[in-house]
């Protein structure tokens, strides 16, 4: 509980050849703690997400995750430094269609041995630990495990997602708008199942979505729009 | 491992296009082993057809042309050698043996030769083996018939079954010696040459069948002479086809072709077969090459087959790609997930090519030696086979790179996001 799991920190970043994009005084995501993030679509979003996964580096200040700055790892180790500690939840589409549920829920702990790891010494198996999580999240029919991803639903596909990025216990879970396909009462129910699964292992969440409804069920809410000084710079403007 | 699972899951979703990319490739490998195969095969074939022969010697003509008469019973002659000729030949002092052959009648299709009890004795194939009867004996009747091993296997013939012979070298034959059949009395041991296709009869059985004829046909009403009559007759060959010549001392070999090629008793060619195969190769070393550049042009254009139908998944599969980055996988991970998609596509094609070409060499082999008088040998790929198969998987491997190397970058640029 020592460490905050993000912080940022006087964070800029732009595009090649563009204005910058986000420029971030101070954020900072304590262990355990579920964030609501509300950005609308074209508001750096997506940017920062891939600034939080190492994918791209800050063109000034520091971002830290676990206390680590990403700046000073190389890209390998900023690959497997998002791979041992983040789980990522997308918008849709999420799953690999050509691998079984099951398979796509392990598909972390095949990259990182961290992860692999830590689902071990819980389960006897990887596909134990897959099964228990799916369970969790109301995918216990053998059935259902056995049918093709792409015939399930799409609050089914988020749950297998949700346990995908959940598997081997991260310390960081990252949700990119996972409930905007799905209708407003699967939506609450999602998110507690996920809450309470992110309680279990032990997890924070980011959860970012322009959805302002949901921000009531977090511990705290902010908007991207006030954090990023870049784009009340912009509106100025 | 892992991802070499990986790629083959992600190959199976999108099996259609997998499946004809790999078809292509198989192919193409089939048309490059098939080309090689039958090249260096019928090399081998032509060069163990005959053995121990110092000259062969026919009525002037090319001396390939002798060659594919005489010996691979391919072609025919076109002109005959005096029955004196090989007398005075046969009894020179520097020949030790001597082979005559007569050709131009048929049995079903498979050539008969007529010739002597020498052919039995000295005739030589492969690495210096002799001909050896598997059932029976050589001919001893007037009417007896020596059969090579494929005729007896697959027309069914035993000892002591009678043959009808026919006139003419097709497989229909509308003149045949129905009134003197002859009785099979020795089958021969499998030899992978023309021989194992061939009917031997002796030369004066040749003679007889053909006592009666006058002009090309055969005489009609009073004039005929059965087969019992023409026992009686002196059945001393006229003419023969060709003849083979082993000499005392191989020495002399040029001295002897050149003494026959300026006997005055009528115009021959002596050629030496070793010789006479060279000319026969450097003639088809041309078609050779262009066979072999034209196959592996077809093997490239199967390997482009396939770049194409990766590189034109790339674009739909850039959220499978954002997936597998953000699960963990590294953008060398992408590389090489893509790199191994196409080399279990190539894997795969030569494979299926491999397995292709024998197949097709299984069902050819019998129909290669009944028109072209070729063995093909049903053997084991060589080290020559495996290095071209190895050149063709480093090639799609280097070509695999290329869309690898696209992939990489643009997970490079996509990172996480998921773009459609």
């Not at chain 1, 580096?57 to 041992?84: C, M, N, T, Y």
């Not at chain 1, 961290?114 to 059935?143: F, Y």
């Not at chain 2, 048929?106 to 030769?113: E, K, Q, T």
């Not at chain 2, 001295?255 to 070793?274: H, K, S, T, W």
């Given at each position: 509980?020592?460490?905050?799991?993000?912080?940022?920190?006087?964070?800029?970043?732009?595009?090649?050849g563009?204005?910058?994009?986000?420029?971030?005084?101070?954020?900072?995501?304590q262990?355990?703690e579920?964030?609501?993030?509300?950005?609308?679509?074209g508001?750096?979003k997506t940017?920062?997400?891939?600034?939080l996964?190492?994918v791209y580096?800050p063109?000034?200040?520091?971002?830290?995750?676990?206390?680590?700055?990403?700046?000073r790892?190389?890209?390998?180790r900023r690959d497997?430094?998002?791979?041992?500690h983040?789980?990522?939840i997308?918008?849709m589409?999420?799953?690999?269609?050509y691998?079984?549920?099951?398979?796509?829920?392990?598909?972390?702990?095949r990259?990182?041995r961290?992860?692999r790891q830590?689902?071990?010494?819980?389960?006897?198996?990887?596909?134990?630990?897959?099964?228990?999580l799916?369970a969790?999240l109301?995918?216990?029919?053998?059935?259902?495990?056995?049918?093709?991803?792409t015939?399930l639903?799409?609050?089914?596909?988020?749950?297998?997602?949700?346990?995908?990025?959940l598997?081997?216990?991260?310390?960081?879970?990252i949700?990119?708008?996972?409930?905007?396909?799905?209708?407003?009462?699967?939506?609450?129910?999602?998110?507690k199942l996920?809450?309470?699964?992110c309680?279990?292992a032990?997890?924070s969440?980011?959860?970012?979505s322009?959805d302002?409804?949901?921000?009531?069920?977090?511990?705290?809410?902010?908007?991207?729009?006030?954090?990023?000084?870049?784009a009340?710079?912009q509106?100025v403007i | 491992?892992?991802?070499?699972r990986?790629?083959?899951k992600?190959l199976g979703n999108?099996?259609?296009?997998?499946?004809?990319?790999?078809?292509?490739?198989?192919l193409s490998v089939?048309?490059?082993?098939?080309?090689?195969k039958?090249?260096?095969?019928?090399?081998?074939?032509f060069?163990?057809?005959v053995?121990?022969?110092?000259l062969?010697?026919?009525?002037?003509?090319?001396s390939v042309?002798?060659?594919?008469y005489s010996?691979?019973?391919i072609g025919?002659?076109?002109?005959n050698?005096?029955?004196?000729s090989?007398e005075?030949?046969?009894?020179?002092?520097?020949?030790?043996?001597?082979?005559p052959?007569?050709l131009?009648?048929s049995?079903?299709?498979?050539p008969?030769m007529?010739?002597?009890?020498?052919y039995?004795?000295?005739f030589?194939?492969?690495r210096s083996?002799?001909l050896q009867?598997?059932?029976?004996?050589?001919f001893?009747?007037?009417?007896?018939a020596?059969?090579?091993?494929?005729?007896?296997r697959e027309?069914?013939?035993?000892?002591g079954?009678?043959?009808?012979?026919?006139?003419g070298?097709?497989?229909?034959?509308?003149?045949d010696?129905?009134?003197?059949?002859?009785?099979v009395?020795?089958i021969?041991e499998r030899?992978?040459?023309?021989?194992?296709?061939?009917v031997?009869?002796?030369l004066?059985?040749m003679?007889?069948l053909?006592?009666?004829w006058?002009?090309g046909?055969?005489?009609?009403?009073?004039?005929r002479?059965?087969?019992?009559q023409?026992?009686?007759?002196?059945?001393t060959?006229?003419a023969?086809t060709?003849m083979?010549?082993?000499?005392n001392?191989?020495?002399?070999?040029?001295?002897?072709?050149?003494?026959?090629n300026?006997y005055?008793g009528?115009?021959?060619?002596?050629?030496?077969p070793?010789?006479?195969?060279?000319?026969?190769?450097?003639l088809?070393?041309?078609?050779?090459k262009?066979l072999f550049i034209?196959?592996?042009f077809?093997?490239?254009?199967?390997?482009v087959?396939?770049?194409?139908a990766?590189?034109?998944?790339?674009?739909e599969r850039r959220?499978?790609m954002?997936?597998l980055?953000?699960v963990g996988?590294?953008?060398r991970?992408?590389?090489?997930?893509?790199?191994?998609?196409?080399?279990?596509?190539?894997?795969s094609?030569?494979?299926?090519?491999?397995?292709?070409?024998?197949l097709?060499?299984?069902?050819?082999?019998?129909?290669?030696?009944?028109?072209?008088g070729?063995f093909i040998?049903?053997?084991?790929p060589?080290?020559y086979e495996?290095?071209l198969?190895?050149?063709?998987?480093c090639?799609s491997?280097?070509?695999?790179?290329?869309?690898?190397w696209r992939?990489y970058?643009?997970s490079l640029?996509?990172?996480?996001?998921?773009r459609?």
């Amino acid at each position: 509980m020592t460490q905050p799991v993000i912080q940022l920190h006087d964070m800029t970043y732009a595009w090649p050849g563009q204005p910058t994009l986000l420029d971030i005084h101070e954020f900072t995501l304590q262990a355990g703690e579920k964030v609501f993030l509300k950005g609308p679509s074209g508001s750096g979003k997506t940017t920062l997400l891939g600034l939080l996964g190492g994918v791209y580096l800050p063109a000034s200040g520091h971002i830290r995750l676990l206390g680590q700055d990403l700046a000073r790892l190389s890209s390998v180790r900023r690959d497997r430094f998002r791979a041992d500690h983040t789980g990522y939840i997308f918008q849709m589409f999420n799953l690999l269609p050509y691998l079984s549920l099951v398979d796509n829920v392990i598909l972390p702990c095949r990259f990182s041995r961290i992860r692999r790891q830590r689902a071990l010494a819980r389960h006897p198996s990887l596909e134990q630990a897959a099964c228990e999580l799916l369970a969790h999240l109301g995918l216990a029919d053998p059935a259902l495990l056995r049918r093709p991803v792409t015939e399930l639903s799409i609050g089914q596909q988020q749950r297998v997602a949700s346990a995908r990025a959940l598997i081997g216990s991260p310390e960081l879970v990252i949700a990119d708008e996972p409930t905007s396909a799905l209708d407003a009462d699967s939506r609450e129910a999602f998110l507690k199942l996920l809450f309470a699964e992110c309680q279990a292992a032990g997890s924070s969440l980011l959860f970012v979505s322009h959805d302002a409804s949901l921000e009531r069920l977090f511990d705290r809410g902010l908007s991207l729009q006030q954090l990023n000084r870049a784009a009340s710079a912009q509106e100025v403007i | 491992m892992h991802l070499l699972r990986l790629a083959l899951k992600s190959l199976g979703n999108r099996r259609f296009s997998a499946i004809l990319t790999v078809l292509a490739i198989a192919l193409s490998v089939t048309l490059l082993l098939a080309v090689e195969k039958v090249r260096t095969e019928a090399r081998a074939s032509f060069a163990n057809t005959v053995s121990g022969t110092d000259l062969i010697v026919g009525a002037r003509s090319g001396s390939v042309q002798l060659l594919l008469y005489s010996v691979f019973r391919i072609g025919s002659a076109t002109n005959n050698i005096r029955w004196d000729s090989f007398e005075h030949f046969a009894e020179h002092p520097r020949v030790a043996w001597a082979i005559p052959v007569s050709l131009g009648d048929s049995h079903r299709g498979f050539p008969v030769m007529g010739t002597n009890h020498s052919y039995f004795e000295h005739f030589r194939y492969g690495r210096s083996q002799a001909l050896q009867l598997s059932q029976g004996q050589a001919f001893d009747d007037l009417y007896d018939a020596v059969l090579g091993a494929d005729i007896a296997r697959e027309l069914n013939y035993r000892l002591g079954d009678e043959i009808v012979l026919a006139h003419g070298t097709g497989a229909v034959s509308f003149v045949d010696h129905a009134d003197k059949p002859f009785r099979v009395s020795g089958i021969l041991e499998r030899t992978g040459t023309p021989v194992d296709r061939t009917v031997h009869i002796s030369l004066e059985g040749m003679e007889a069948l053909h006592v009666d004829w006058q002009q090309g046909m055969p005489a009609r009403g009073s004039a005929r002479i059965d087969a019992e009559q023409a026992r009686e007759l002196d059945l001393t060959p006229k003419a023969i086809t060709a003849m083979l010549l082993g000499l005392n001392n191989r020495i002399s070999t040029f001295a002897v072709q050149r003494e026959i090629n300026q006997y005055r008793g009528e115009p021959l060619l002596a050629i030496l077969p070793g010789v006479a195969l060279q000319e026969l190769w450097s003639l088809l070393g041309v078609a050779e090459k262009a066979l072999f550049i034209v196959s592996v042009f077809v093997v490239l254009t199967g390997l482009v087959g396939m770049l194409t139908a990766i590189l034109s998944s790339l674009n739909e599969r850039r959220r499978e790609m954002a997936i597998l980055r953000s699960v963990g996988a590294k953008p060398r991970h992408i590389f090489g997930l893509l790199l191994l998609e196409a080399a279990s596509l190539a894997l795969s094609g030569i494979l299926l090519g491999l397995g292709l070409m024998y197949l097709g060499l299984w069902i050819g082999q019998p129909l290669i030696l009944a028109h072209y008088g070729l063995f093909i040998q049903i053997t084991p790929p060589g080290l020559y086979e495996w290095q071209l198969l190895g050149a063709i998987l480093c090639a799609s491997i280097l070509m695999g790179s290329v869309p690898a190397w696209r992939a990489y970058r643009q997970s490079l640029v996509d990172g996480l996001s998921i773009r459609t």
